[in-house]
């Protein structure tokens, strides 16, 4: 499990097919041969690491699954991606229940400054329109966020300025992808009420 509280961003050097390698500022020492981390908010485990300067390199393997339903199939080197460790028991619980299962990808459709901020408005596929709800938690590229306003199949979300800071956000540019987790408990709900019918 994750928050969407970004703790890094890394940077892809090396792809094979499905395997990814991701330079990172975690220290190698910290990472432990299948840890969870969520890259761009996709849970993937680490197959290997080795120290870096700064930091360290490591290695993921990607199914088929994933590379067709993230953003993942289009990474290359030189992506920079959102990272985060998996909770751990007794952490703080920054911004909301993430699993790092990406339901679908969106598209950035605008982007308009708003003061020291910036107003994304982002096209969802239809099927997950009815989990976004206004002031409720989306997950975009990992980044747990809060619903402005929703419009049929498109929400609108604002991204303050640490928040563009500290993500990979402020690289983002409309038409661009973004994966997408809808609130865990909007899930559920909505598998109840339609099992009940």
Known sequence: ????????????????????????????????IGASIACDGTCLTAIAVQSA???SIFTLDVSNETLSKTTLGDWAPGRRVNLERALKAGDEL???????????????????????????LI????????FIAPKGSIALDGISLTVNEVDDNHFGINIIPH???HTTLRLKK????????????????????EYRR
Not at 11 to 30: H, K, L, N, P, Q
Not at 123 to 130: F, I, K, S
């Open 163 to 165: 928040t563009l800071t």
């Open 53 to 55: 300067d700064g930091g």
């Open 94 to 120: 920054g911004g909301h229940i993430v699993s790092g299962h990406v339901d679908g990808v969106g598209r950035i459709i605008g982007i308009t400054p708003d003061g020291d901020s910036r107003r994304f």
């Open 1 to 32: 499990m994750f928050t969407g509280i970004i703790t890094d961003i890394g940077e892809v050097t090396a792809r094979d097919g499905g395997r990814f390698t991701i330079r990172s500022a975690y220290a190698a020492e910290t990472i432990t």
């Open 123 to 130: 096209e969802v596929p239809r099927d997950l329109a009815g």
């Open 174 to 193: 409309p038409a661009d992808r973004v994966n997408l987790e809808v609130d865990l408990f909007a899930r559920y709900v909505a598998r109840a009420l």
